[in-house]
Structure formats: C-alpha cells, structure tokens
C-alpha cells in the first residue's frame, strides 16, 4: 500500500503564488516519477508537471515559465512552486506517483487532491 498526501493548496489572487507539495509513503521499494496534475470541474484531468527520479521534467504549454517542479528523493517528496497564477488554474491539483511498492510490483497511486482558487 502507497499513500500519497497533498498540501498547500488555497485562495490566492491573480498574479500570485502558492507552493504545493507532495509526500508519498508507504510499501515504496522506489518512486521512478512523481507529478502534479489538475482537473477543473467539467473537464478531464490534465498533466501540469512531473518529474522522474532522474531529474527529467516535463511541463504542460500552459503553465511553462510559470510553473516549477522540483523534488527531494530522500524523502519522497515533490513540490510545485506556481507564480504568476491566473483564474485558468484553478483548479483540484492531485499528486501522483509511479514506481514499484516493497514486493516489487509496479504502482500508479494518486492523492486525494488539493484545491487552487484563483481569484479575485
């Protein structure tokens, strides 16, 4: 079993910041990628940013120059620092995380999610 824990979502105004993150624990043997992504109501979850356990990042178009994602292995933790936000990302922000659990079977685990308002 794999648990994965957002946190620090909230209201922020447009052209602010917020700093998500993200901490997965439990049966892990290794986290090969972890990743934010965000769903809007009425519309389908989309990737935002992940990381691998190499370091290698990958941004959606909208949110590039914007967004970083950033990682602490040790501690199995991913963060997402998010500046100059506007109203189109608001949204439920989730976690997740993909690698193998302590019996070396594959996981894909998601967190509950956090919520970002962007508003005014």
């Known amino acids: 079993q794999v648990q994965v824990v957002e946190s620090g979502g909230g209201l922020v105004q447009p052209g602010g910041s917020l700093r998500l993150s993200c901490a997965a624990s439990?049966?892990?043997?290794?986290?090969?990628?972890m990743g934010w992504y965000r769903q809007a109501p009425g519309k389908q979850r989309d990737l935002v940013a992940t990381?691998?356990?190499?370091?290698?990042?990958n941004y959606a178009d909208s949110v590039k120059g914007r967004f970083t994602i950033s990682r602490d292995n040790a501690k199995n933790r991913v963060y997402l620092q998010m500046n100059a936000l506007k109203p189109e990302d608001t949204a439920v922000y989730s976690c997740?995380?993909?690698?193998?659990?302590?019996?070396?079977?594959?996981?894909?685990?998601w967190g509950q999610g956090t919520q970002v308002t962007v508003s005014s």
């Open positions: 990381i691998t356990s190499g370091g290698s990042t």
């Open positions: 997740n995380a993909v690698g193998l659990t302590t019996t070396l079977e594959g996981y894909d685990y």
């Open positions: 439990g049966n892990i043997f290794r986290i090969n990628r």
